[in-house]
């Protein structure tokens, strides 16, 4: 029972990492109907960011931290105008496409700056643990968890409770229309990136004390992120979080309780299932097909 | 210009439709024919490469280009092929048989993973086809009576009708080139037969083709299982030119690189699948030799414009530590993908249609023939 239980925090704890790229997927595609696979990777360079300004600069923690999400808040909004704004209202493929040659360029230009070896930062929270009982809580994976659960109530209240959310949700369901009522389309798009890539910050640092940084961790988790988006529907903010947790869990389960190599297999797995059975995800919306 | 009048319907889809074809394409076979006696041994190494990538190309291109249902696990298609070949080999299953039974299995298994993507579109096909691709990379790795997990697989040398074809001969780059031929022969008959339009029509509007009564679902399975199928042959070549296969050669990075292929030759013609393939296969001996001679080159240029010795050896290893650094192909790839996207969408068989007229309409050749259409994004949702 105390395994199960220990296996569920930490399942929680690295779900809580999925959801959190999930969501940049969901805003982004909330927001503009694209699916940004560069998400991991914006993720990993947000990590690199913090490293540099923590590890080698020796800023304070929280400083380092802002500063980060700071400038991956700019570099997004960069990466929108020059990759993503011109093929705007192309197929939908192109710009997976674009998407994926971005984060091919992202890895490599790590890889040539940081090098390829695995990077630590050093965190208030990378020591000490909570004990329960004879439960024991890794403060690390707390925090986690904690700031998944807060990044994910702010998301969810600017979405649907400020002008500029309700801007989102208008420019994504029709952006033409938007457009006629007076949205500035172009600046909300741009707006929407720079939180992704703010969002996919926090997850790297918070991810840094777990597993290290290096230049292939956002291909990674990108990957498991995929899962937890589609499990939680793709366009739902609460959805990604839960889906991220529900892979976390699953995955670790399998880990500890069915043989070797299910670990990998079993978010897939799963991700499989739900699409056959439940295309639209456990949050997403009924569609209905017209010409 | 040549003008055509097409008086029926056998016309418009005749395969040559006039003589230049028949002399252009000539031609061509005739270069390729003579290829192995005039490159040398790695370029024509590299040739089988592309006639390799370039039949994928075309599976690929069935399914993405003229059905419209992207894909990016491929490369699980290609690995089930390599297997079944390397496996059936070892009990002496004679090379038409297993070149057969591979591309028959990968055909059915291409079936089943087209059943659940009857409901799947866009994105989310994408991504279950590149779950797919994972869970297949990791059967490999584990079911190791079959597939010898991470330690790989040898594959003999190709024995065709009693005779051993290594993998550098000539015989070999001409049994890659006759299953590339024979493919895009085929495939051109598939898309002007009935099959072929219904791909077309459900790539265009998949609610118009039904209510045309198109069945949707058998002709989305047909299209998975042929692509797969294609892919499967091009995997057994691909354990034969290897060598040698184990799980990590099929990842996700070459179900991306297939996807290069099409991306960057052109999605609405089969000439695309051929110019990407060369285009990919071809840009890593072009990076190595940039690598080699680009330092000298430059320094020789700013050594003419005047810069001391001092300085033209500074510039030069300079460039040489840059071009160097670890990393720099997937830099330069990523580069090209998303340039590719942003100026050239039709990809290079588009510019070349877009050089030909404008020499055929001379003075009167206008840009916007080829400009896209931009549709301003509605919601999936409710589309």
């Not at chain 1, 395994?3 to 779900?15: E, I, K, P, T």
């Not at chain 1, 209240?157 to 420019?171: E, I, V, Y």
């Not at chain 2, 290079?348 to 030909?356: A, F, Q």
Request: proline fraction near 3%.
């Amino acid at each position: 029972m105390l395994d199960f239980v220990q296996q569920l925090v930490s399942g929680v704890a690295l779900g809580c990492v999925y959801g959190l790229i999930a969501l940049g997927f969901v805003l982004v595609y909330k927001a503009t109907e694209v699916v940004n696979f560069a998400q991991g990777d914006l993720m990993m360079l947000g990590g690199f960011f913090a490293f540099t300004f923590i590890g080698m600069m020796g800023l304070n923690y929280w400083i380092g931290f802002a500063g980060a999400v700071a400038a991956m808040a700019l570099f997004g909004m960069v990466a929108e105008r020059v990759v993503v704004r011109p093929i705007l209202g192309y197929p939908q493929f192109s710009i997976i496409m674009a998407t994926i040659g971005l984060g091919y360029f992202l890895r490599s230009v790590a890889g040539m700056i940081w090098g390829t070896d695995d990077l630590k930062i050093e965190t208030p929270f990378s020591r000490g643990v909570l004990r329960m009982g004879s439960l024991v809580l890794a403060y690390d994976k707390l925090s986690v968890i904690a700031a998944t659960m807060i990044l994910c109530a702010l998301l969810w209240l600017f979405f649907n409770k400020t002008m500029l959310g309700t801007a989102m949700r208008a420019s994504s369901e029709n952006m033409l229309a938007a457009y006629y009522m007076g949205i500035p389309v172009k600046r909300v798009v741009s707006v929407v990136w720079a939180i992704s890539a703010a969002v996919a910050t926090c997850a790297g640092v918070l991810l840094a004390p777990i597993t290290f940084i290096h230049s292939n961790v956002g291909l990674v988790l990108g990957l498991k992120a995929f899962p937890a988006a589609v499990l939680g529907g793709f366009g739902s903010i609460p959805g990604a979080v839960v889906g991220g947790v529900l892979i976390g869990v699953i995955e670790s389960m399998a880990g500890f309780y069915l043989p070797e190599g299910w670990k990998d297999v079993a978010p897939y797995v799963v991700l499989l299932t739900v699409l056959l059975l439940k295309p639209e995800g456990l949050f997403g919306l009924h569609v209905r097909k017209k010409v | 210009m040549r003008f055509m009048f097409k008086t029926d319907y056998e016309d418009d889809i005749r395969l040559f439709p006039h003589s230049g074809y028949v002399v252009t394409y000539g031609v061509l076979l005739a270069l390729l024919l003579i290829a192995p006696h005039v490159l040398s041994s790695y370029l024509m190494s590299q040739l089988v490469f592309v006639c390799i990538y370039a039949i994928v190309g075309v599976a690929l291109l069935i399914l993405t280009g003229f059905t419209g249902q992207a894909s990016l696990g491929h490369a699980a298609f290609l690995a089930i092929g390599a297997y079944t070949a390397a496996y059936l080999q070892k009990y002496n299953v004679p090379f038409p048989v297993y070149f057969l039974a591979a591309g028959l299995l990968t055909g059915i298994i291409g079936a089943m993973v087209g059943f659940p993507a009857l409901r799947l579109t866009g994105i989310y096909l994408v991504i279950a086809t590149i779950s797919f691709a994972l869970i297949v990379e990791e059967i490999l790795a584990r079911w190791e009576s079959v597939t010898h997990g991470n330690e790989g697989m040898r594959v003999k040398t190709l024995s065709l009708l009693g005779v051993a074809v290594p993998r550098d001969s000539p015989t070999f780059y001409y049994l890659c080139l006759a299953v590339l031929v024979l493919t895009i022969v085929g495939t051109l008959n598939l898309l002007r037969s009935p099959t072929g339009r219904a791909f077309v029509a459900i790539r265009d509007s998949e609610t118009a083709a039904r209510s045309m009564g198109v069945n949707v679902a058998l002709y989305k399975v047909k299209s998975f299982a042929i692509s797969a199928a294609i892919t499967g042959f091009a995997g057994v070549l691909f354990a034969h030119k290897l060598s040698f296969i184990s799980p990590e050669m099929f990842t996700l990075q070459l179900s991306i690189e297939f996807i290069i292929v099409i991306l960057i030759g052109g999605t609405f013609s089969l000439h695309g699948a051929v110019l990407g393939a060369i285009f990919i296969v071809m840009i890593d001996p072009f990076l190595t030799y940039l690598k080699d001679d680009m330092p000298g080159i430059i320094a020789g240029i700013a050594a003419t414009f005047g810069a001391g010795t001092a300085t033209a050896g500074n510039i030069q290893s300079s460039v040489a530590a840059f071009a160097s650094l670890n990393g720099l192909k997937g830099a330069i790839y990523g580069i090209i993908i998303v340039l590719f996207v942003l100026f050239e969408p039709l990809g290079l068989y588009g510019r070349w249609l877009k050089i030909k007229l404008f020499f055929q309409l001379f003075p009167l050749y206008k840009r916007a023939t080829f400009k896209r259409q931009k549709i301003y994004v509605k919601s999936e949702r409710n589309r």
